[in-house]
């Protein structure tokens, strides 16, 4: 992410910044010439007046920094809030990599012995990572790495249950996991780029 200490000056920051400014210094300049206007003619209620003035521009004032104090704290909280989403989804894409490259190595060790109808490897393969992470997936991963793992992991689901998958099948699976891994680490690149800016 950026860095986020820094405040940046759009164009339509400056504009309001420049209208906030006049109108502050408008209603100071004002309330100079009444409390001015005021003293000369030695009012009775000119102290009142000039609290009553204070109050309005103190208010006015108050306001405007209020603002400007809020709006600045609610983008913070959004970019810690899109930064965090973007360390999660990492964390979860390092993990499935993980499990999926140990699937992939287990899958392509034990091809002979599937075909020779013992299956018993099945059972290691592990879908553990997929379904705890699933869900919590963000919008920051891409949809076509989001559909290629949801692709992989249900033809895993299949094979663990013991479908038979012929040969041609079996290697489909083996280099669809091979282009979901590759997906996966574009995704891992682009996002540690974005956390590294």
């Known amino acids: 992410m950026r860095n986020s200490s820094k405040i940046e000056f ?4 400056i504009i309001w910044l420049v209208v906030i400014s006049f109108i502050t210094g408008s209603l100071i300049f ?14 009775s209620y ?10 309005v521009v103190g208010g006015f004032i108050g306001g405007i920094v209020a603002y400007i104090v809020a709006s600045f704290q609610i983008k913070k909280a959004s ?5 965090r989403s973007v360390s999660n989804n990492c ?20 091809k002979q012995s599937y075909f020779d109808n ?6 290691f393969l592990s879908i553990d990572i997929w379904d705890k992470c699933c869900t919590s997936i963000g919008l ?18 299949l094979i663990k249950s013991e479908q038979e998958f012929d040969e041609q ?28 800016i």
């Open 91 to 110: 964390a979860y894409l390092r993990l499935l990599k993980n499990e999926m490259d140990t699937n992939k190595k287990l899958l392509s060790r034990c």
């Open 140 to 157: 920051e991963i891409r949809e076509e790495t989001l559909n290629s793992l949801m692709s992989v992991y249900r033809k895993i689901n």
């Open 46 to 55: 000119a102290g009142d007046l000039v609290g009553g003035i204070g109050g």
């Open 169 to 196: 099948t079996y290697e489909t699976l083996l280099q669809d996991i091979e282009d979901s891994l590759r997906s996966v680490e574009t995704d891992l690149q682009t996002l540690s780029n974005e956390i590294a």
């Open 79 to 83: 970019e810690l809030e899109r930064q």
């Open 118 to 123: 013992d299956k018993t490897f099945l059972k």
């Open 10 to 13: 759009t164009p339509k920051t």
């Open 30 to 43: 004002m309330c100079g010439i009444i409390l001015y206007k005021l003293n000369l003619e030695k009012l």
